[in-house]
């Protein structure tokens, strides 16, 4: 190796020297003897670039030592195999390293050490091996992996096998839920920084979901269905991911029922704001840069694109009045995104669950909620007896329906007034964390007659209205 080193020294000085000698020539001699030196000199330089190149070719060729890249990403997709690779060297390497950080984990005393070094050494069955964390001109991230030659069937056919699936095992075992957001393609770099999220602590399950129980086990039924369900999908040939459509007034628990699925299958949960995208690539993007085990959600669809039913009629009004599309409208279409949900791209990624949400079901165009693309419709209505007495159990610690005279007043007023079971939750919660189970069934029963009597004088109105036009 120094006798390599010396010659690239060798090299280095001579191109310096033939340098000076032309600056000189330059200032000393005639137009033509510069023309012929300057053609003398460039070939020399050639010679001299070939001899760099044919040196650099013998150290590869000699050179014992083997390097492998693991990119963080793969055009549209992240590479499972770099964060695999993340998680296990840090599980490997803080006792060792000498250069370490520490973050608090919320609701948790202790410190996570994690290690600040790029490079880290590695043993395998008597074999050392070298990480190095590596950021390249473009912003690309990718772990270097050299080991020599010798260890090569080793490394490659049992070592990196063994660092990804130890990784994949470390990062199911301390899992934590998260909720992403995208962000404005403007703050994209470099086809990362798509997502930004936070920890998900929303404490929802479906035993404190105020539903009725039998819809309750149905949906639970189904989902676990859905994540034991890898074999299924791929004996009768369809990606891995299930569609569901949550409609009903609001209030009526849409965006605690996404919790709640989050917590039982404990998948992180894409929040996407159509109205941040500007179109469909940018759009398939972003839902080819989620991770598999998630729930990729989009609340009041109807308000965030134009899906409705009216679509075709809209789009043709604006073409005639305007003679083209309003390019600063949103341009995401219906097209785009159901490429995604049952097309080509549907089967970039596994183990999905896509997620709609809708205060006006009559709204949507039917081609975006048809069966097989939103595989199960859940009606979220106005609160039941049923749903009540989950919320009573909730706040009130009441259980059963002989747990208080109240509740048969409550059921019969239930029975012919329409309200939401947050707005029966809101009554039913402890004032200054003190629990007054009269006053808080006292306040609900006050709230059902004040409701009940409202949309009664409404019902009479619409009835009086139509015996005027009658």
């Not at 909720?179 to 798509?194: D, I, Y």
């Not at 598999?292 to 005639?320: G, H, L, Y």
């Not at 009606?379 to 009573?392: D, G, H, R, V, W």
């Not at 409550?410 to 079971?421: G, M, N, V």
Request: glycine share 4%.
């Amino acid at each position: 190796m120094m006798m390599m080193g010396d010659s690239f020294g060798s090299i280095g000085s001579s191109m310096a020297s033939l340098f000076f000698l032309w600056a000189t020539i330059q200032q000393i001699f005639p137009d033509h003897l510069k023309i012929t030196i300057k053609e003398f000199l460039l070939s020399s330089f050639q010679q001299l670039c070939f001899a760099q190149r044919v040196s650099d070719h013998f150290t590869n060729l000699f050179s014992p030592y083997v390097e492998i890249h693991f990119p963080e990403s793969d055009e549209y997709s992240f590479n499972q195999a770099f964060s695999a690779i993340d998680t296990y060297l840090d599980s490997k390497a803080t006792d060792k390293t000498k250069h370490l950080r520490g973050s608090q984990v919320k609701e948790s005393k202790g410190l996570v050490l994690k290690r600040n070094e790029a490079k880290v050494r590695d043993e395998y069955k008597g074999a050392n091996v070298w990480w190095e964390r590596v950021v390249d001109n473009d912003g690309n991230r990718y772990y270097k992996l050299t080991f020599h030659n010798r260890a090569r069937t080793l490394i490659t056919n049992s070592y990196i096998k063994y660092v990804v699936e130890e990784g994949k095992s470390i990062i199911v075992k301390n899992k934590q839920t998260r909720l992403f957001t995208n962000n404005l393609s403007t703050q994209w770099v470099f086809g990362q920084n798509m997502w930004r999220s936070i920890e998900f602590e929303h404490p929802a399950s479906f035993q404190t979901l105020a539903m009725d129980p039998k819809k309750k086990e149905e949906i639970v039924n189904d989902l676990i269905a859905f994540s034991n369900g890898k074999e299924y999908y791929k004996k009768i040939g369809k990606a891995w991911k299930r569609g569901y459509l949550l409609y009903g007034p609001p209030g009526t628990g849409k965006s605690t029922m996404i919790s709640a699925m989050a917590n039982l299958l404990n998948y992180n949960i894409y929040d996407l704001e159509l109205t941040a995208v500007k179109n469909n690539s940018e759009l398939k993007k972003l839902l080819t840069a989620t991770s598999s085990k998630s729930i990729i959600v989009i609340e009041d669809i109807d308000c965030s694109a134009d899906f409705t039913s009216n679509r075709i009629k809209k789009e043709s009004n604006s073409r005639e009045r305007y003679g083209k599309e309003d390019k600063d409208e949103n341009s995401v279409t219906l097209s785009g995104l159901l490429n995604f949900i049952d097309g080509i791209w549907s089967a970039c990624g596994q183990e999905r669950i896509v997620v709609f949400t809708t205060n006006h079901l009559e709204k949507l165009d039917p081609a975006l909620i048809r069966r097989g693309r939103m595989d199960m419709h859940i009606e979220l209505s106005y609160c039941t007896y049923e749903a009540f007495k989950i919320l009573a159990k909730n706040y009130l610690d009441l259980d059963g329906d002989d747990a208080h005279p109240l509740f048969s007043e409550i059921k019969a007023l239930l029975e012919e007034t329409k309200i939401s079971p947050a707005d029966v939750a809101e009554n039913l919660m402890a004032r200054n964390q003190q629990i007054d189970v009269d006053k808080s069934l006292n306040l609900l029963i006050s709230a059902l007659e004040e409701e009940n009597q409202y949309q009664r004088s409404q019902q009479e109105k619409k009835k009086s209205k139509f015996k005027i036009f009658g």
